[in-house]
């Protein structure tokens, strides 16, 4: 038996390849299908093109040249019932545990929401009931990196008009938001909190953006907006301090407090690495390190695939959907399910791809 944990898009298609082959596996998954995706704004616009993201050989097919949020969704769910995948949903791996040389001890409990996202909480194994208790010989873990935010550890981060997430744009409609961050998802939350008609000021690290890191659509809107007046910007900004109206820090000439109703700290995600850390998978500068010609990490008959792949990533996120269907392959391959598997190393990308 092959146990298979996340179900997102990458996840979905290891498990379609195992099906194909009538290979006996269980697919579990946290959440809802694709729950990284699900908390996602609504209207948020899926970057790479429609194509790229497609999974086992099912055409994607939105109908604009860019598929947002809920086209990927639907998408991935009529995917999902076409194959009649036994997704087991809402259903969380909490331990992991070597039990003889060949089998893996699994406990999997009821959970209430996927891995990260805005709705994770502080859960441990002892607080969850109605453990299922199985054993398993391969596991594949398609977890994904995107789990929780990367903390700023400033006074008042945990305030309840503080996020590390933006959600439905209409919420923050004639209000004033301050966003911290410098990176695609501060650009999109920028001109996205504009058009809804919040007053928004947006605090970068450095100089600004650097273009090379921003979708090439994005940049001349924002630029605009900025050289226009409409959205303002500070600059080498260091956050110090969030007070129920005020975000406060420093630049390089002065001290700095801007007048705030929400704050978005959009600086970026880690990825949770428990069931690593139970199993005895090898990270080096917080990266599962994995044979690239299978996907095999250093514990025998452990599989790590997608994203999750990358551990957690910085300067730039490098591995996403469209450069990961390649570790399907060397998968099956592993497995001897296919004769020869697609091991060329994942293609550079261009930042502004991702």
Known sequence: MILVVGAGPIGIEMAIELSRRNVPFRIVEAGSTASTIEWYAPGTEIFSSPERIAIADIPFEPQ??????????????????????????????????????????????????????????????????????????????????????QLSNVPGEDSTWVSHYMSEPHRYSGTRVTIVGSGNSAAEAAIRLYHVGAFVTLCHRNEGFRPKRIKPWLLPELENLIKEGKIQVVTNFQLKEITRSFTMGSNDREIVSIASDFVLLLTGYRQKTDLFDQLGVTLVDAQPIVDLNTMETNVPNVYVIGTAAAGTESGGVKTFIENAHVHVNRVLHALKLIERAHITLDRPVDEREI
């Open 64 to 149: 604009t040249r860019k598929a947002f949020r809920e086209d990927y969704l639907v998408y991935l769910r009529n995917v999902v019932r076409q194959f009649k995948l036994p997704i087991e949903h809402y259903r969380r791996v909490v331990r992991i545990e070597k039990s003889t040389a060949d089998n893996f001890k699994v406990a999997i409990a009821p959970s209430s929401h996927g891995v990260g996202g805005p709705l994770e909480e502080a859960e441990t194994p002892e607080s969850f009931s109605d453990i299922e208790t199985l054993e398993v010989e391969k596991i594949i873990l398609a977890i994904g990196n995107l789990h929780v935010p």
